[in-house]
């Protein structure tokens, strides 16, 4: 039985997979735990745009995991199910200042290989006639697209469940108890297990340091999204502003996103919060007025100091411990490949020493 805790898009991405290999599978999730990153997610998947000069192995995993994106979408049922869209990206300069940070952003991503295209304002709203007439100019980045979270997390869910996969909403879990490798005791449940991935997101420092001692330089940062509904016609592109970003959904709604702070585990909406989206929508797009409120959406993003994720064993506590949590804003992105690497772990493969950058050992843990 492999044991994971977590029932976020990592877990069940993992889950998914590991299922498809013949594992059974146990998931642990907290009922009362609202805020976890998933919910804030608006679900870009843009390892270009999202990259960062001294991140370069972390852009080679998210591209690596578009990858695996790009051949899902391949499956037009599939993609349709879990809001997989191939629209790419506009990066949108609305003044001078804006249009030279674009520049250097173009010099950027020929520098790590990536290719897009400068357009001046009017190539621009030929594209997307609804943003406001001040547009200056853009950088078109193609293969930057999105997919839906909470579509995909329902996939996910309705197919664990298809394959035998159980799926157990309790009490938070503050630790966990391993005896002699083979029992494993979480909330006063004990279960014979083979393996237990921690997949908790901000909880899982947590759950480590109850549980083993050992702690990781782990916080959560919080970030606010919001859907509204729309009178425009459908934008054609995922739109990414100064400040904010935006995806188009079906049905006219878009989502934004998102604002990020460190508060510790509060995941209540603060005023100063939605004043910072709304005034960035105001700046971005035409008639504020014609933007209904649909939703607000909080969620708590894990964060590492370094600004990996953590994937892979905790030798020190033991070798059936796999963590696969710390995937800041990108969790969703590197979801696909992510689940690759626990299966790997899980089936006790050989692990490529590209992933094994993200160890925890690389915190001497």
């Known amino acids: 039985m492999i044991i994971i805790l977590g029932a976020g898009i990592i877990g069940l991405f993992s889950a998914y997979n590991l299922l498809k290999t013949g594992k059974k599978i146990k998931i642990f999730d907290a009922k009362s735990v609202k805020a976890n990153s998933t919910n804030a997610s608006v679900g870009m998947l843009a390892p270009a745009i999202e990259s960062k000069p001294q991140e370069l192995k972390l852009y080679n995993l998210m591209k690596e995991s578009k990858d695996i994106w790009n051949k899902l979408n391949d499956d037009k049922k599939l993609s349709r199910t879990i809001g997989l869209k191939s629209n790419s990206s506009l990066m949108i300069a609305l003044n001078h200042d804006d249009e ?11 520098k790590i290989g990536y290719d897009c295209q400068f357009l001046n304002s ?14 200056k100019s853009s950088l078109l980045c193609t293969n930057q697209d999105q997919v839906n979270p909470e579509k995909l997390k329902k996939f996910l869910i309705s197919e664990i469940k298809k394959m035998g996969g159980e799926i157990i909403y309790g009490e938070k879990i503050e630790k966990i108890t391993l005896q002699n490798n083979q029992l ?17 997101g901000s909880w899982s420092n947590e759950i480590i340091s109850n ?16 859907l509204v509904n729309s009178i425009y016609d459908k934008l054609n592109h ?3 502003f100064r400040n904010i970003y935006a995806a188009p959904r079906d049905n006219g709604i878009i989502a934004i996103g998102a604002t990020e702070d460190e508060k510790g585990f509060d995941s209540s909406i603060k005023l100063d919060e939605l004043h910072y989206l709304t005034k960035s929508i105001w700046e971005s797009f035409p008639k504020l007025e014609d ?43 590197l979801a696909p490949i992510t689940a690759n690497i626990v299966t ?11 992933y094994k950058f993200f160890s925890p050992s690389r915190f001497n843990l």
């Open 211 to 226: 549980s083993f001692g050992l702690k990781l330089p782990l916080v959560p940062l919080k970030g606010v999204s919001i």
């Open 122 to 135: 009017e190539d621009t709203l030929k594209l997307e006639p609804f943003l406001n007439s001040n547009v």
């Open 100 to 110: 030279e940070r674009l520049k250097f952003k173009k010099i950027y991503f020929e």
């Open 344 to 354: 790997e772990y899980v089936l006790d493969k050989k692990i490529p020493e590209k």
């Open 291 to 333: 933007l209904n409120l649909r939703e607000i959406k909080v969620g708590l993003r894990p964060a590492v100091i370094d600004g990996n994720p953590v994937l892979g064993l905790l030798p020190k506590v033991s070798s059936k411990v796999i963590c696969a949590f710390g995937h800041y804003r990108h969790g969703v992105l």
């Open 184 to 200: 494993l005791s979480i909330n006063g449940i004990d279960l014979n297990f083979e393996k237990i991935v921690i997949s908790c």
């Open 238 to 240: 995922n739109l990414w």
